[in-house]
Structure formats: C-alpha cells, structure tokens
C-alpha cells in the first residue's frame, strides 16, 4: 500500500475493562495509544488492517483479559467511499497531531544544543546525553513512519528536521571534542 491510498479494512477494537483498579484501563489507553489506534468513543478503537498494528492491538487485547476485561477485534470497512475517506482523514490528522510533537522536540533538542554551545561547558557525559536524545528521536521518526500509513502533511518536514538535528549534534560533538582536547590536563605544577 503506497502512502495516501484508501484502506479498505480497518479492525476496530472493543474494549470493556473493569473501573478499579483504573491502573489496567490506562494501560491498555497507553498501549492502544503507542500503537498508533484511532479512538472512535469509549473503549472503540481502530487502525488500518495492516500488519505494523497487529502486535499493538494483540498486547492492548492481552492487557485487556489481563485485567479482568473483554476486548473483540472485529474487521470494519467503510460502506461507502465517502465512510472511508473520513475515516483515512481522522487516522491522518491524529499523525499530524504525532508530527506536530515530534517537530516541537526536535526544536527543543535545537535549542539544547544552542544552549549547550552557548555555555560552552562541554563533558563528555553531556555530549552522551546528547547523542542519546538524538537516538530517541530517531527511534521516535521510525516509529511514526511505520505508522503513518497515508502519508500525513508533517512527516516530509520531520524527516528534513531530523537530518537537522543530527548535523547540528555532530557539529555539538565536534565542538565539544574540540574544547575537551584543548583543556589543560592538570595544574602542569
């Protein structure tokens, strides 16, 4: 399937999971959320039936009888093109909403940076620190983009903002080797 083109399957995803204790609710909110599911209502989810959201609604289910709870997974499409449209439409603007936070971190990794260089305190256990945010962010952008079916607006600028980041942690990184290698080692006596 290329990004854009109609799904025509979607599995929807009924949950019913005990009040208390509410812990068990929220973790299957979460894991039904980090999978990527579109909420339709109370305890009614839904994806593409496609197969990057099969483990998610697998563990959102298992979370579910976990908990005391009944979940079905039942395929759905649209009775009309119009139905799947709309549907493609909501799953695509909670990607946008996914973009849009990930494009807010990748200015507040920026801005780290900046900040970083402008204090010029470079450690080394700051530039790891460094490096792994922007591991995160990587993993992050692999995640939305495998979920990101249709191909929301936002994801062509994330991809340009992550290259971003990495240039701007390597010239961190430099900076910062520059500044470690060009400190006195000790008092010299």
């Not at 068990?24 to 839904?46: P, T």
């Not at 990794?109 to 970083?116: C, I, P, R, S, T």
């Amino acid at each position: 399937m290329s990004h854009g083109e109609p799904v025509s399957r979607w599995l929807v995803v009924v949950v019913k999971v005990p009040v208390e204790p509410s812990r068990h609710r929220v973790a299957v909110w979460r894991q039904l959320r980090r999978s990527g599911a579109l909420s339709l209502g109370q305890g009614v989810w839904a994806v593409p039936d496609v197969p990057v959201f099969a483990d998610g609604v697998s563990k959102a289910v298992a979370l579910t009888g976990q908990a005391g709870g009944q979940a079905m997974t039942l395929t759905a499409s649209g009775r009309d093109s119009e139905d799947a449209a709309r549907f493609q439409a909501l799953f695509t603007a909670l990607r946008s909403e996914d973009w849009t936070g990930f494009l807010a971190d990748c200015g507040k990794f920026e801005a780290e940076l900046a900040q970083g260089i402008h204090v010029a305190g470079f450690t080394l256990a700051d530039l790891e620190e460094k490096e792994q945010s922007l591991e995160r962010l990587r993993r992050r952008y692999r995640d939305l983009t495998a979920r990101d079916v249709f191909g929301a607006p936002e994801a062509a600028e994330a991809g340009r903002r992550l290259k971003e980041c990495a240039a701007a942690c390597e010239d961190y990184a430099e900076r910062a080797f520059r500044a470690l290698h060009e400190a006195p080692v000790g008092d010299g006596g």
